[in-house]
């Protein structure tokens, strides 16, 4: 030690500074290191920031710090017997420490002070800092410094008691309190109540002195001698710097003292080494008075050794802990960056999709132009699902299956109603702009919506139009909506077979999704649209749970005030949709649906409807779609009747629309062709007039063009005003041309109506008659209908009724073989059961019938009859062909063909009555396209008849009949049947 502090530095400084004592401490780093370690010892009493500070920085050459330690190694060194040499030349005079036998007694509340540290104390007893000061003036500045022993009964404790209540503590009972051995300490330094203490030497308390402040009488203690050289003690201390050396790798509390000693280790004796250690160590303060106790040199060792022993593994436990902690902090430092990372990239990207606040925010806005509307359950449903975002973890598959919840609940049209239009003039000119007769249709549209005018509300209805394709039922359903100011939505379901389509998914299921009427409701974004319901006669069978039941609740007014989708899960109110639903074939409609709704049929058109639909609608879209002009284009009657009749003769128009639509696009490109083959001459001409000089040609030219009259005389004015003022500046005139935007763009469309002009007087006038029909639609398809113009023998006409619309089917019955009782009858042509069984009856009615008109004719009981129906490949079923196959066998029996121009439909019974037939309105606007003059129909159908338009009746010949023989008389009584034409 005493050469670690005769460096020369502090020798220098020495010199420089007063010697011992006296010495004011000038230098800062002193008091800035003191200052901490009292700060540091005041912050915490409890840890081992406690312990005394040993003088070591030899960087800090003080000439202060310099004397304290001169000091010391002037007492040292004679204690030890050794070096006095070099330390006598600068012994101060004044009394040694080993003079103090009568000390002042400073109890030490947490830690003993180790001879070599500086200790700082508060003594807050005043009389005692008085004496204290005393004895510095009196440069006698030492105390002993003793350990108090711990209060009997109460805890071994530090805090147990504060620094206070350790001066309230007097005389003899501070005396007994005191642990016997202690520490001569130098008062280094007063200020305040703080008082430096820096160890000297062991003390042990012989007496007490006096008692208030408490002077005692000492011994001054030595260790006890031993071998420097001795083995073991080598080895304990070695053992004690190694491990003064891992905890320095390990803490780096004491880290610089531990570095300087090491560094000097070399310099130590082993008690100082020992003491050292101790003082150091995080010991508590008994067994650091061991240690001050201890005088046995090894023993002392010893017991260092174990502390700072355990030291190390402190430490080791800190670094762990350390180590630990500051892993999880820096992953979740990372998570946490990386997080902000995947956020900020989200942003950039557009895809920020968990930001809650944002969120709740969008549907709460959403929500408030309707919040009024909204049903209170529904809000309550929607502030629930909004509290519960907030709540839910944003990558959570839950968080979405809310948000698209929330979704779909704030964006559907709560109460939002379209103004509905209750003008029935205005609705009737809507529906007969877009479509032609179906005045059923359209009168029952207009009832509703009178019946809506006077009640001031609509309720919805279920109406069903039931006809072949393309008749219209769809386009029809899309022109109500129009006239009713209602949105349109449309849906097929056809095939249908999942419930879940109409009813919507629980929530619970992955991708679950709203039904058609919720998406619908989202789409049209009113809660009142026309839905057409499409092909409902086709609806799926479903494997679980039947779709016609679930369209039951949403169609049916007494249940669809509260339509509940699964989805959504809170009822919603379909009564004000008004639904039209369409079908082919009204009986393949489940029954309690039919129960519901409205039926209007539409069976088709006849060939004059056609022709009026063709002129005024499908010609003027096709023309449209074609941009052809009604001026470039003639469809001659004759054509277009043609067209009818020999390629579009099914009920329905679409065939009629395609036909239509590729005459004009045939047309068109005859146009563009003969038009651009004249191109470049009109291209020329245009190019060669100057603008001002056209514009002069079409005034002159097309005086009734009143349009471009009027842009020709503003062109000439502005031409005529820049030429007077040429002489101003030509500038004028640009200013003139550029900023008079409009009179440019005249010029330019005036530019492009000349060409137009032009084209269209290149190209001739395309007509479209009987002549070049097949040029456009090529040869027709079938001829007829009709395959013979006048029946032969055997052959009628009967009337069908298909999906299609109706159609005329022949019956027809030739004779296979004749013999004796060889009467049978052999039937072909796809005939289903009902029919084969009508073909029998036929055969005992005819038989019956011959027998009373000619008893002598034995034709069906020696005739094999062979009966067909043509077309084979069509399957055929049903009982109205029933008189006609009687007509045809007797018609072959007698060998007399039937009238001309004669169909005929009905059931007949075994007695020969006629029963009555469906599908009469379709059977009669077939029979009349194909030519038919007379009918004959049972006589319950003259209803149906009757209610047929008066367009559909004319120039039809009907003749009602209850019994066959009725039909006999008509088909082939008459004597004016004849086999030519
Ligand atoms: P459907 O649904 O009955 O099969 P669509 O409604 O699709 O038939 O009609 C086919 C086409 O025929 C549509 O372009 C429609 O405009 C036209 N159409 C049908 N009936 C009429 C009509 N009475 N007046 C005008 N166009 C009609």
């Not at 790798?249 to 070399?266: A, E, M």
Request: hydrophobic share 35%; glycine share 6%; charged share 25%.
């Amino acid at each position: 030690m005493l050469k670690l502090l005769s460096s020369s530095s502090r020798v220098q400084c020495l010199n420089t500074a007063t010697p011992g004592l006296r010495v004011k401490p000038d230098s800062n780093s002193v008091f800035h290191a003191l200052g901490r370690l009292t700060d540091l010892t005041r912050r915490s009493p409890k840890n081992s920031l406690f312990r005394a500070c040993f003088c070591s920085d030899s960087s800090d050459s003080s000439g202060y710090q310099a004397a304290v330690e001169v000091e010391i190694k002037g007492a040292e060194s004679e204690l030890n017997g050794s070096e006095s040499k070099a330390s006598s030349a600068i012994l101060p005079t004044y009394a040694r420490p080993e003079d103090f036998l009568t000390v002042l007694a400073l109890p030490l509340p947490h830690r003993p002070l180790f001879p070599g540290f500086y200790m700082p104390i508060y003594v807050k007893d005043p009389k005692l800092l008085a004496a204290l000061q005393e004895s510095r003036k009196r440069q006698a500045p030492y105390a002993g410094a003793f350990l108090l022993k711990d209060e009997p009964g109460t805890e071994s404790s530090p805090s147990a008691e504060t620094e206070k209540s350790v001066y309230d503590i007097k005389g003899k009972e501070l005396f007994n309190r005191l642990h016997e051995v202690g520490t001569l300490a130098q008062i280094s330094s007063i200020q305040g109540d703080q008082v430096i203490l820096i160890g000297h030497r062991r003390l042990r308390i012989t007496e007490m002195v006096s008692e208030d402040p408490l002077t005692v009488k000492v011994d001054h203690l030595k260790e006890k001698p031993y071998d420097k050289d001795d083995d073991v003690i080598k080895a304990t201390s070695f053992e004690v710097i190694s491990t003064l050396r891992d905890v320095l790798k390990t803490s780096s509390l004491w880290r610089d003292h531990v570095q300087t000693y090491s560094q000097h280790i070399g310099d130590f004796n082993f008690p100082r080494l020992a003491d050292f250690g101790a003082a150091i160590s995080g010991a508590n303060k008994l067994q650091c008075q061991q240690v001050l106790e201890e005088l046995d040199v090894h023993k002392r060792l010893q017991l260092t050794l174990e502390l700072v022993k355990k030291e190390m593994e402190i430490s080791k436990i800190q670094e762990s802990i350390a180590k630990a902690i500051e892993e999880k902090i820096s992953g979740e430092q990372r998570r946490y960056l990386l997080n902000e990372q995947l956020k900020a990239i989200k942003k950039e990207l557009g895809l920020e999709t968990d930001d809650k606040t944002a969120l709740s925010a969008k549907f709460r806005e959403r929500l408030e132009p309707n919040r009024e509307k909204c049903p209170p359950h529904v809000l309550q449903v929607i502030e629930e699902e909004l509290t519960k975002l907030q709540l839910l973890e944003a990558s959570s598959s839950e968080f979405n299956v809310t948000r698209n919840y929330l979704d779909w609940l704030t964006v559907l049209p709560w109460g939002n109603y379209s103004d509905e239009n209750f003008d029935v003039v205005w609705a009737q000119t809507i529906l007969d702009e877009d479509h032609y007769g179906l005045t059923d249709v359209k009168e029952r549209i207009l009832e509703f919506i009178a019946v809506g005018k006077l009640r001031g509300t609509s309720q919805g209805k279920i109406i069903c139009l039931s006809g072949p394709p393309g008749v219209g039922k769809t386009s029809i359903g899309r022109s109500i909506a129009r006239a009713l100011n209602r949105k349109f939505f449309r849906f097929s379901v056809g095939g249908l077979s999942d419930v879940a389509e109409i009813k919507g998914h629980r929530r619970t299921y992955i991708g679950a999704m709203p039904g058609k009427m919720v998406q619908c409701l989202k789409n049209v974004g009113t809660a009142n649209p026309l839905v057409l319901i499409d092909e409902i006669d086709k609806l799926g069978r479903g494997y679980a749970g039947d779709p016609a039941s679930a369209l039951l609740e949403l169609l049916d007014p007494e249940q669809n005030a509260n339509f509940l989708d699964h989805y959504l899960d809170v009822p919603i109110d379909l009564s004000k949709v008004l639904f039209v639903c369409t079908a082919n074939v009204v009986d393949n409609i489940p029954n309690p649906l039919l129960d519901r709704m409205e039926v209007i049929a539409i069976a088709g058109y006849i060939t004059d409807e056609k022709m009026h639909i063709a002129r005024d609608y499908l010609e003027k879209t096709a023309r449209e779609t074609c941009g052809v002009k009604p001026e470039q284009v003639e469809v001659t009657d004759e054509a277009l009747l043609g067209l009818i009749e020999n390629y579009c003769r099914e009920a329905g128009v679409r065939n009629l629309q395609k036909h239509i639509e590729k005459i004009y696009r045939k047309i068109a490109l005859r146009l563009v062709r003969e038009g651009s083959s004249n191109e470049p001459v009109i291209s020329e001409d245009v190019v060669q007039l100057h603008p001002a000089e056209a514009k002069a040609e079409v005034v002159d030219e097309s005086d009734q063009h009143a349009a471009a009259n009027k842009t020709g005389v503003e062109v000439e004015s502005v031409g005529n005003s820049s030429h007077e003022n040429t002489s101003e500046a030509s500038v004028q005139v640009d200013t003139v041309q550029t900023n008079d935007q409009t009179k440019d763009s005249k010029e330019a469309t005036h530019t492009e109506k000349l060409l137009e002009a032009e084209v269209t007087k290149a190209v001739e006038k395309v007509l479209v008659d009987t002549s070049n029909l097949a040029d456009f639609v090529g040869k027709p398809l079938f001829h007829a209908e009709r395959i013979y113009d006048q029946t032969p023998v055997g052959v009628v006409m009967g009337l069908a009724w298909t999906a299609m619309g109706g159609s005329t089917l022949y019956i027809e019955t030739t004779q296979v073989e004749q013999g004796e009782g060889k009467g049978a009858l052999h039937v072909t042509g796809q005939l289903g059961d009902v029919m084969k069984e009508s073909a029998q009856i036929a055969h005992t009615l005819a038989r019956a019938i011959l027998l009373e008109k000619e008893p002598d004719n034995p034709f069906f009981a020696n005739s094999k009859l062979h009966l067909h129906v043509p077309a084979g490949a069509t399957p055929k079923d049903g009982p109205s062909a029933g008189c006609t196959m009687i007509t045809s066998m007797l018609s072959l029996a007698l060998k007399k063909p039937v009238r001309k121009d004669l169909a005929m439909t009905g059931e007949v019974t075994l007695t020969g009555r006629i029963l009555p037939i469906g599908g009469v309105k379709e059977k009669t606007i077939a029979a009349r396209r194909n030519g038919v003059k007379t009918i004959i129909l049972p006589s319950a159908n003259r209803r149906d008849y009757d209610e047929l338009a008066p367009n559909v009746r004319e120039g039809l010949d009907v003749h009602f009949v209850d019994d066959y023989t009725q039909i006999f008389n008509l088909a082939l009584k008459s004597d004016d049947n004849n086999t030519g034409n």
